[in-house]
């Protein structure tokens, strides 16, 4: 599991730390490893041409001394200084270690400093800015994005907020960053995330310092520590039996999706409630459902069948008779998951029945909406909550008591009392109608065998990413491409456990 850790826990961390060092050491680790993460980048040292574009602070500090490691290896270094609190220490090593610094002005722009380089290494504002890039930052960062080069940004992407991930005006686009002591929320949060490129971590000591995450990213082996695993005494009943209310004779497809998604995580059993249609739709595609005809329209029994966990929501509808399903379902003592109709019933909730239920529930309870659902849930504008995906992630938890699973770009989950989950397998690849239907149906088979919300969470949505690469090696997909590599993704985590 990779941790992170927010600006004010790590400055905190850092002063005890180099309350024990020698002077400067600390910049000195983290300047080495930054040294030796630009070597890597490079076809060799001698010989090539690198930029530092450096601003104050200790972040061009780590660069400099970088520099001045790289410089006596053979490398022609210079470094543009953007603005007048430039670490001085660092540029009289660079200068004593044959490299050149001078300072920047956008008046004074040589665009073949940028253009020429072999590598650009982005330290011009550190873990504490914010409020977007001003000139002359913003000028370096805009001409580093149109050189050829490679850009290693140091400890984060100049322009992106570390502890939100949010980008309000310019930054840097690196295609690799080289983080130190721990990882920033920033680096794994859109629209920061995909500024960071490729995340490199060096150990600078700073772990014994540092109290528990403000969010973290799983990994292959975490995951698989997680997943339900049967042995020779488990039955159908144990493995979980899943309630599915999704689907209308207006979208029978999200029955037929949800289902399937089930079935290929593992549920023991999936029972199913709709109208004839949809029922003979999911019968024709998944044969060894249990269905029954269970129409919220007409049916005057809306309580969960014999189940371990439901999940609702799925293009089930939004009259009436679907809201008294909802509530009915939140009434229950189950695990649920809601989903797409679901969420919007609880948007459109104006007496407040079915969020008072909702937040009145002890059993395992997950809501899953995309950036709309979840803007329409708090009544913000979608762009908001797309810019601050973490501020209304831990917002929408905090407002309903329960676990909440923001799809998008980065997937977040958040849970009360607990840290923050960012999804590393996210792709452009599940932007497509019914990839959402597949993930309730995942999640809600994680749920039915016993795993609590926050963690069925986290594994539904790390092998839900996962299949959409699996199943056509990486080209476009549909939403049903991910039923069978729903299966090779729970083989490919297991195999990493």
Known sequence: MRSAHTVSVVREAEQVLMARLPDGALMRRAATGLAVECARLLPRVYGARILLMVGGGDNGGDALYAGA????????VHALLAGRGAHQDGIAALRAAGG????????????????DADLIVDGLVGIGGCGGL???HSTLALLAANAPAPVVSVDLPSGVDADTGEVPGHAVRADVTVTFG?????????????????IRFVDIGLAPELPGPALVRPQAVDIASLLPVPDAETDKYRRGVLDVRAGSDRYRGAAVLCVGGALRTGVGMVRYGGGAAVVDQVLS????????????QSSTDL???????????????????????LRAVLDSDLPVLVDADGLTLLAGDEEGR?????????AHTLLTPHAGELARLLGVDRGEVEARRLEHVTRARDHFGCTVLLKGSTTLIAHPGAPVVAN???????????TGDVLSGAIGALLSSGVPAREAAMCGAYLHGRAAVLARDGAPIGASDLMDALSLAVEEVRRAG
């Open 69 to 76: 490691d790289l410089a006596t290896r053979g490398a022609t």
């Open 100 to 115: 050149r610094a001078w300072w920047f002005s956008d008046a004074e722009v040589d665009e073949t400093d940028l253009f």
């Open 134 to 136: 001003r000139k002359p």
């Open 182 to 198: 721990t990882h920033k929320p920033g680096l794994f949060v859109d629209p920061g995330a995909e500024h960071a490129g490729r």
């Open 285 to 296: 595609r998944w044969p060894e459902t249990v269905a029954s005809l269970l129409d919220p």
């Open 303 to 325: 309580s969960p069948a014999r189940a371990s966990a439901v999940v609702i929501g799925s293009g089930r509808g939004t009259y009436p008779a679907n809201a008294d399903e």
């Open 354 to 362: 079915s969020v008072e239920l909702l937040r009145e529930r002890t």
């Open 424 to 434: 590393p397998t996210g792709t452009p690849l599940l932007a497509t109608a019914g």
